[in-house]
């Protein structure tokens, strides 16, 4: 084979790589979601005189979800909480939440959480990220499921669905109020809906 042939078959070898790469077996980029709060809820509850719990929600929420397919640990999730948004049934015990003395929402306008690592597990994601609530960043970790289920809806829309259910220590985050007669543990409930 002359050398003028080897550079043709070198060059035709290279243009076909640089096809395969552009097409279908190339790697899919990272999908990103914005989180519906239609249909996505954030409750919680907390125990009162240890003989029952009180439940409540935040009405307004957003976030970003990004999933990677091909290596989920490079898939992110971020959520922003107005904690004004905060909603336990009864008006006068919201007011009193959003004063100085329990979530203090003049100073302490949101709560935010960022993911930090992220590994993937049997039905989703075991999530790690900084918690910030009443300025005070914290350190958890949580189980995420779903994620792996893409629908559309209405046409032309791809959401996905994850859930997940933790507790935070309240007084962890500097809120410390009727630490006696109201519980310090917190179980929060996720249900989240995000659309691309």
Do not use: C
Not at 46 to 56: L, Y
Not at 68 to 89: G, Q
Not at 141 to 165: A, H, N, Q, Y
């Amino acid at each position: 084979m002359t050398a003028a042939a080897i550079r043709r078959l070198a060059l035709a070898t290279i243009l076909m790589a640089g096809s395969t790469v552009a097409g279908g077996n190339a790697a899919r980029a990272a999908d990103t979601y914005l989180v519906d709060p239609i249909h996505s809820s954030i409750s919680f509850m907390i125990s009162h005189q240890k003989i029952s719990n009180i439940h409540g929600r935040f009405n307004n929420f957003s976030g970003k979800i990004t999933i990677n397919s091909d290596d989920p640990t490079k898939s992110s999730f971020a959520l922003s909480i107005p904690v004004e948004s905060i909603d336990t049934n009864n008006t006068k015990r919201d007011e009193h939440l959003r004063a100085p003395d329990y979530f203090n929402v003049k100073q302490f306008p949101t709560m935010t959480f960022q993911s930090t690592k992220v590994k993937p597990v049997d039905g989703g994601f075991e999530v790690t990220g900084d918690l910030t609530l009443h300025g005070v960043t914290k350190p958890i970790s949580f189980t995420l499921k779903g994620g792996d289920k893409v629908v559309e809806f209405p046409k032309g829309i791809k959401r996905i669905g994850l859930t997940s259910t933790f507790s935070i220590v309240r007084s962890d985050f500097g809120v410390n109020a009727e630490l006696g007669g109201l519980g310090d543990e917190i179980p929060i409930t996720v249900g989240i809906e995000a659309a691309k």
